[in-house]
């Protein structure tokens, strides 16, 4: 099946720095990837959508300008946590759902645990 | 999208066959319905979906009812390596940006 990479599957920072994390189709152009949220023993939370050469689409609650999306090409996409608190520490996993699909099925990154201290 | 309920957890002894129920009575005509599990921190895997018809892949079995109301997802010989949350979401396929939604599912535990 498609490949959805993820990295790095952990980092641990300083509050207050920012932290990249990365998204990239490997074998499929993913025109809208989508960006997930989970707290431990929670289920998966939809963070933001996002969409290849436009603005991503947040869900209600979530801070845009502290979750940065970028989506700059058809194979990676980019979440940057900004000015991270302890609050932010989260397993942090992307979607991508292949574009040429009709019945498509939509495939996650390993996920990324953020640990801010 | 339908909402989906799922039983909170079950257990299965290994070797067994592993049926994990899900119902979605709202379900509408042009909806699918797809399961993903998850293994501990790690990202969801794709298991199975269908529309209508029961589908058999090399991880399990996808059991729809007639009336597509419910549904059951069979893993035949359950593993200590299948102990994990299992998803049932329904969506609209071709759905463009339309994203899976995540319940709470089911937390399968595959006991030796």
């Known amino acids: 099946g498609a490949v959805v990479s993820q990295h790095p599957s952990w980092v641990i920072c300083k509050s207050g720095t920012s932290v990249k994390i990365e998204c990239r189709s490997l074998?499929?152009?993913?025109?809208?990837m989508f960006w997930y949220r989970q707290f431990p023993k929670q289920s998966l939370m939809l963070m933001a959508t996002?969409?290849?050469?436009?603005?991503?689409?947040?869900e209600q609650g979530v801070e845009k300008d502290k979750f940065l999306i970028n989506h700059a090409s058809l194979t990676l996409s980019t979440l940057t946590v900004t000015s991270a608190h302890p609050e932010d520490s989260s397993f942090y996993i992307c979607?991508?759902?292949?574009?040429?699909?009709?019945?498509?099925?939509?495939?996650f990154g390993s996920g990324t645990q953020l640990s801010v201290l | 999208d339908a909402k989906t309920t799922q039983p909170t957890s079950m257990d299965c002894a290994e070797g067994r066959a592993a049926n994990l129920p899900c119902n979605h009575s709202?379900?509408?005509?042009?909806?699918?319905v797809y399961w993903y599990r998850q293994i501990h921190s790690q990202g969801p895997q794709y298991i199975i979906h269908?529309?209508?018809n029961n589908e058999t892949n090399e991880m399990a079995s996808l059991i729809i009812t007639e009336d597509r109301k419910s549904s059951t997802l069979i893993l035949p010989h359950a593993t200590l390596r299948d102990t994990a949350v299992y998803y049932c979401i329904v969506r609209v396929a071709s759905s463009g940006n339309t994203p899976l939604v995540f319940g709470k599912g089911t937390r399968l535990s595959v006991i030796a």
């Open positions: 979607s991508a759902r292949e574009s040429r699909l009709m019945n498509e099925k939509l495939f």
């Open positions: 709202t379900i509408s005509g042009n909806e699918y």
């Open positions: 074998d499929f152009q993913a025109t809208t």
């Open positions: 996002s969409n290849e050469g436009s603005k991503a689409t947040y």
């Open positions: 269908g529309l209508k």
